[in-house]
């Protein structure tokens, strides 16, 4: 997996069209809400073998465990690991990597390089990189 190269254009028009879009579990949640916006950078969907497959946050769980995890955390791990995501230290981030922050939510660095961007239930929000715990490189 690797970015596009008009990989911010792309990115651009995404937040655009999400940014209404409400959180709704299985398919616009934390962590598939993420997963579409680094599609949109590269062609892949990182969270295609979970997308849809639940509708609640106790069937997300499941997921997880049936997935042999026991956290939404080490899946991500996983799911980094396999598509050429690597961790890096907060301090080195670049515009749309994954981020987990502080409290636990995933999204991604916003193209502004200064927050990081995920979904609620009103749509898309931000929150300075201050708060972010972790960062996975998405590639180049």
Same mark, same amino acid.
Not at 32 to 40: D, K, N
Not at 58 to 86: C, N, P, R, W, Y
Not at 90 to 100: Q, S, T
């Given at each position: 997996?690797?970015?596009?190269?008009?990989?911010?254009?792309?990115?651009?028009?995404?937040?655009?069209?999400?940014?209404?879009?409400?959180?709704?579990?299985?398919?616009?949640?934390?962590?598939?809400?993420?997963?579409?916006?680094?599609?949109? *950078? @590269?062609?892949?969907? /990182?969270?295609?073998?979970? %997308? #849809?497959?639940?509708?609640?946050?106790?069937?997300?769980?499941?997921? !997880?465990?049936?997935?042999?995890?026991?956290?939404?955390?080490?899946?991500?791990?996983?799911?980094?690991?396999?598509?050429? *995501? @690597?961790?890096?230290? /907060?301090?080195?981030?670049? %515009? #749309?990597?994954?981020?987990?922050?502080?409290?636990?939510?995933?999204? !991604?660095?916003?193209?502004?390089?200064?927050?990081?961007?995920?979904?609620?239930?009103?749509?898309?929000?931000?929150?300075?990189?201050?708060?972010?715990?972790?960062?996975?490189?998405?590639?180049?």
């Amino acid at each position: 997996m690797q970015r596009h190269n008009d990989w911010p254009l792309r990115l651009h028009q995404k937040l655009i069209e999400l940014k209404d879009k409400s959180f709704e579990s299985g398919h616009h949640d934390c962590i598939l809400a993420a997963a579409t916006l680094i599609e949109s *950078m @590269t062609g892949t969907d /990182p969270g295609a073998d979970f %997308r #849809g497959k639940y509708s609640s946050e106790l069937g997300a769980t499941k997921q !997880i465990k049936k997935a042999g995890f026991d956290s939404l955390e080490s899946l991500v791990d996983d799911m980094a690991a396999k598509h050429g *995501m @690597t961790p890096v230290s /907060p301090n080195f981030h670049h %515009r #749309g990597d994954l981020v987990m922050l502080d409290d636990g939510v995933f999204g !991604i660095v916003h193209l502004d390089g200064l927050h990081a961007v995920y979904v609620t239930t009103e749509g898309l929000a931000k929150k300075p990189l201050s708060e972010v715990k972790r960062i996975w490189r998405t590639p180049y």
